[in-house]
Structures are given as structure tokens and as C-alpha cells.
């Protein structure tokens, strides 16, 4: 792209074929190289060897994230140009490994990280033929019992839920959602005990909070109203702990977004969860300020008029009191905050 983001040098249709054609031939060779190696390993018990093993199956998995990336750039410029290459070359490739399963986890990986692209990028069309396939891959690499412990075959299965969650049908998720919830849930509770600094796997817990708000808190939510109260309560709550979201800047701005909409609307009580939105709206503002893109000027302006807000109908002493409790960069963050409303 050019610095206005505008993509340059787009390939032609024939030329993007051609190119994806190529690209996946060999990602079939090393596809297969790994399923051998993998099928070797089961039967080499010396730790040096196995050590041997590993060491190519890594070198693999770099040259095959390369290969896949290539082809998401090629459908991220293409969009919906792309489906009828999704459909002449991705599908039969990639299609089989998300209903009938792989032994090789990287391959499982690159299937859901190009199905993933297609639902986000390439249209309400794309996303309503794919989404049905996209679930199952989504749905096995959520269990733990078929992931191998894969946090990468994890993060992108999460990350799988909120794009089917915001442009697929809602029927996609209709049966499966009451099973998806709570995993998303256990996986997103980490959040609400510890600091961001503690926390292993921080993308991963906070894509799990932000399809936890997509799937069920949001006005465009499918699944608003299908949850029941107390499981909703119990999202809201775990959604709130993880805010401000930072590892993946277009989920944090769409869920600072909704985190706006949520308060605007009532379903976050301001003045009863006022230590808390003191410190979630500061610390965006402050990680904006800091030139970090988690949110757009219209949310930093929802922001502001919410801080407005609870300074013109909330308690002095209990904002006073609250806003101590602020890190000295969150009290900056609203300081900008008001500011703008000058």
C-alpha cells in the first residue's frame, strides 16, 4: 500500500490465480514434509533426534506462516475479486482439513487463517458460503483435546468466532453458541484477576473477551438476546476486567467502540461502575495519546461526553476519589479527555 493506504501493483484475476496456483503447490509439499515428520516422531524415542525433528518441523512452520500470509495479503487486496479463486483453489486445498481433520496442527492453523480472511474480507456472500465451514475448523480448534495445545491454532479460532459473529448469518452459530460461550469465558476470566504484565497469553485472552462482546453484548450482537441474564451479567463483567484491549488494535478500537455504546444505552450502570470506567476510559485515552491505534476520534469523543457526563450528574467526592485511584497515566488520559470538550 501507499501512504494513503490506497494498494498499489494489484495483481490481475489471471495473475492472482496463477499466483495462489503456485503458492499452494508448495504449501502441499510441505504440508506433506511435516505430516512424515510428524508420523516419524511417534516412533523416535531418543531426545536428540527428536530434538533433530522438532527443529524442522519449526523451520516448516516459519516457511509455510510465510507462504499463507501471502496469499491473505493477495485476498485482503483482491476482496471479493478473490472468492472465485477462493472457491477454484482454496476450498478443495484447505476446505477438507476443517470437516476431516489433519494430524498436523500448522495445517489446521493455515485453513482457519485463510477462511477467516475470506469471511472478513470478501463479502456478505463469502462470509454466509464459508462461515458454515469456518465454525467446524473454529469449533475443533476451541477444544483442547484437538488443538495440541496449539495457543496459535487457539488464537486464531477465537479470533474465527467474531468475524463469523459480525458478518456471517446468525444461524451459523445458532446450535454451537451455548457450547462457545463458556469456553470463550474461561478462557477471558484471566483477564479479571490479573494485570495485563501477568498474563502469558495476552492476545489470546483478550480476543476471547472481545468475541465474548460480539457474540452477545452488542447491539449487533446475534446471540443479545439469547443468552439469559445471569450468563450475560457474567460476560459484561468479564468483557469490563479486560478492558483496554492493546494486542490487536481492530478489535480494540470495535470493542472500545462498544464499550461506549454499552454505557450510552445503560447496560453498564456509570455511577455503580464508576472506579472502573474512570480507569478503562483513561487508560484508552492515554494509549491513543501515546500514539497507540486502539481508538478512533469518535470513540475518544463518546468518551468525553461520558467523563462530561458523570462530572455534571455524579458525586464530587466519589469522582474525586475514584481519580485518585488512577495511575498518573490514566489521570492524563482524562485530563485529554476533558479537554476535548472545550
Same mark, same amino acid.
Given at each position: 500500500?501507499?501512504?494513503?493506504?490506497?494498494?498499489?501493483? /494489484?495483481?490481475?484475476?489471471?495473475?492472482?490465480?496463477?499466483?495462489?496456483?503456485?503458492?499452494? +503447490? %508448495?504449501?502441499?509439499?510441505?504440508?506433506?514434509?511435516?505430516?512424515?515428520?510428524?508420523?516419524?516422531?511417534?516412533?523416535?524415542?531418543?531426545?536428540?533426534?527428536?530434538?533433530?525433528?522438532?527443529?524442522?518441523?519449526?523451520?516448516?512452520?516459519?516457511?509455510?506462516?510465510?507462504?499463507?500470509?501471502?496469499?491473505?495479503?493477495?485476498?485482503?487486496?483482491?476482496?471479493?475479486?478473490?472468492?472465485?479463486?477462493?472457491?477454484?483453489?482454496?476450498?478443495?486445498?484447505?476446505?477438507?482439513?476443517?470437516?476431516?481433520?489433519?494430524?498436523?496442527?500448522?495445517?489446521?492453523?493455515?485453513?482457519?487463517?485463510?477462511?477467516?480472511?475470506?469471511?472478513?474480507?470478501?463479502?456478505?456472500?463469502?462470509?454466509?458460503?464459508?462461515?458454515?465451514?469456518?465454525? +467446524?475448523? %473454529?469449533?475443533?480448534?476451541?477444544?483442547?483435546?484437538?488443538?495440541?495445545?496449539?495457543?496459535?491454532?487457539?488464537?486464531?479460532? %477465537?479470533?474465527? %468466532?467474531?468475524?463469523?459473529?459480525?458478518?456471517?448469518?446468525?444461524?451459523?452459530?445458532?446450535?454451537?453458541?451455548?457450547?462457545?460461550?463458556?469456553? /470463550?469465558?474461561?478462557?477471558?476470566?484471566?483477564?479479571?484477576? +490479573?494485570?495485563?504484565?501477568?498474563?502469558?497469553?495476552?492476545?489470546?485472552?483478550?480476543?476471547?473477551?472481545?468475541?465474548?462482546?460480539?457474540?452477545?453484548?452488542?447491539?449487533?450482537?446475534?446471540?443479545?438476546?439469547?443468552?439469559?441474564?445471569?450468563?450475560?451479567?457474567?460476560?459484561?463483567?468479564?468483557?469490563?476486567?479486560?478492558?483496554?484491549?492493546?494486542?490487536?488494535?481492530?478489535?480494540?478500537?470495535?470493542?472500545?467502540?462498544?464499550?461506549?455504546?454499552?454505557?450510552?444505552?445503560?447496560?453498564?450502570?456509570?455511577?455503580?461502575?464508576?472506579?472502573?470506567?474512570?480507569?478503562?476510559?483513561?487508560?484508552?485515552?492515554?494509549?491513543?495519546?501515546?500514539?497507540?491505534?486502539?481508538?478512533?476520534?469518535?470513540?475518544?469523543?463518546?468518551?468525553?461526553?461520558?467523563?462530561?457526563?458523570?462530572?455534571?450528574?455524579?458525586?464530587?467526592?466519589? /469522582?474525586?476519589?475514584?481519580?485518585?485511584?488512577?495511575?498518573?497515566?490514566?489521570?492524563?488520559?482524562?485530563?485529554?479527555?476533558?479537554?476535548?470538550?472545550?
Amino acid at each position: 500500500t501507499d501512504e494513503s493506504g490506497m494498494h498499489m501493483a /494489484l495483481l490481475t484475476q489471471h495473475e492472482a490465480t496463477q499466483f495462489t496456483s503456485r503458492l499452494l +503447490k %508448495v504449501i502441499g509439499l510441505s504440508f506433506k514434509r511435516r505430516s512424515d515428520i510428524i508420523s516419524s516422531m511417534s516412533c523416535i524415542f531418543d531426545a536428540d533426534q527428536r530434538a533433530e525433528y522438532e527443529d524442522s518441523l519449526s523451520a516448516e512452520a516459519e516457511f509455510l506462516t510465510n507462504l499463507i500470509d501471502s496469499i491473505g495479503y493477495n485476498l485482503k487486496c483482491q476482496k471479493e475479486a478473490f472468492v472465485p479463486i477462493f472457491e477454484e483453489c482454496i476450498l478443495p486445498a484447505f476446505g477438507p482439513i476443517l470437516t476431516h481433520g489433519t494430524n498436523d496442527p500448522r495445517a489446521r492453523f493455515g485453513a482457519l487463517c485463510l477462511f477467516c480472511d475470506c469471511v472478513e474480507h470478501c463479502g456478505p456472500e463469502a462470509a454466509e458460503r464459508y462461515s458454515v465451514l469456518l465454525s +467446524k475448523g %473454529v469449533i475443533q480448534g476451541l477444544n483442547d483435546e484437538i488443538n495440541g495445545g496449539e495457543i496459535e491454532l487457539k488464537e486464531v479460532s %477465537v479470533y474465527g %468466532v467474531s468475524q463469523i459473529a459480525r458478518h456471517a448469518p446468525k444461524e451459523t452459530f445458532s446450535i454451537e453458541v451455548g457450547k462457545i460461550a463458556p469456553q /470463550l469465558l474461561s478462557i477471558a476470566k484471566e483477564g479479571e484477576s +490479573k494485570t495485563k504484565d501477568e498474563i502469558e497469553n495476552l492476545r489470546l485472552v483478550e480476543n476471547s473477551a472481545s468475541a465474548l462482546a460480539t457474540l452477545s453484548l452488542f447491539q449487533n450482537s446475534p446471540f443479545s438476546r439469547n443468552i439469559d441474564g445471569a450468563q450475560k451479567a457474567a460476560i459484561l463483567h468479564t468483557f469490563m476486567l479486560n478492558l483496554p484491549l492493546s494486542e490487536d488494535e481492530d478489535e480494540a478500537k470495535f470493542c472500545h467502540e462498544g464499550f461506549c455504546e454499552l454505557v450510552e444505552h445503560g447496560e453498564i450502570d456509570m455511577f455503580a461502575n464508576l472506579d472502573l470506567l474512570l480507569k478503562i476510559a483513561g487508560q484508552i485515552a492515554a494509549a491513543v495519546a501515546e500514539k497507540e491505534d486502539v481508538a478512533t476520534k469518535e470513540t475518544c469523543s463518546r468518551l468525553a461526553a461520558i467523563i462530561t457526563t458523570l462530572q455534571e450528574q455524579g458525586n464530587d467526592m466519589a /469522582l474525586q476519589q475514584a481519580y485518585a485511584k488512577l495511575s498518573p497515566g490514566a489521570q492524563g488520559g482524562l485530563s485529554m479527555l476533558l479537554g476535548m470538550q472545550k
